[in-house]
């Protein structure tokens, strides 16, 4: 999701975004917080193995977001089995060359934690009556 809370329109000339993640082996467990975002203070983004890296804007000029416009963007990825951690970074260039950096990092359920949860829908679901 890309907002402007700003009272000008927001022209964008370039807008990028990478896809890193991060494995069971590596140790980010002190840094999850309540609801299951990472803190990003401390994570090195090169650090990180870099799944993809695209353009928004590919075969665009720009994109322009008018004052309190949200506009939503997304994509589909697969990751590897042991992924804990995604970290998206995006780069947004304006016409006036003003670069602007957002980074999120969630946290990936593990395998195991999937298969109790569709377990736990499939048994739901068996037990519920026929309507």
Request: proline share 5%; aromatic share 8%.
């Amino acid at each position: 999701m890309i907002k402007n809370p700003g009272s000008i329109r927001l022209d964008i000339k370039d807008f990028t975004y990478e896809l890193h993640y991060a494995l069971l082996s590596d140790d980010f467990s002190r840094q999850i917080a309540k609801d299951s975002a990472i803190k990003n203070d401390n994570i090195k983004i090169n650090d990180l193995p870099c799944l993809l890296k695209r353009s928004w804007l590919k075969g665009w000029d720009y994109m322009y977001l008018d004052p309190g416009e949200r506009s939503r963007l997304s994509f589909l990825a697969s990751l590897p089995e042991e992924v804990t951690m995604v970290v998206v970074h995006c780069e947004f260039i304006d016409t006036n060359a003003d670069v602007e950096l957002v980074t999120k990092a969630y946290t990936v359920p593990s395998v195991a934690a999937k298969s109790d949860a569709r377990h736990l829908t499939e048994t739901t679901e068996e037990k519920a009556p026929n309507s």
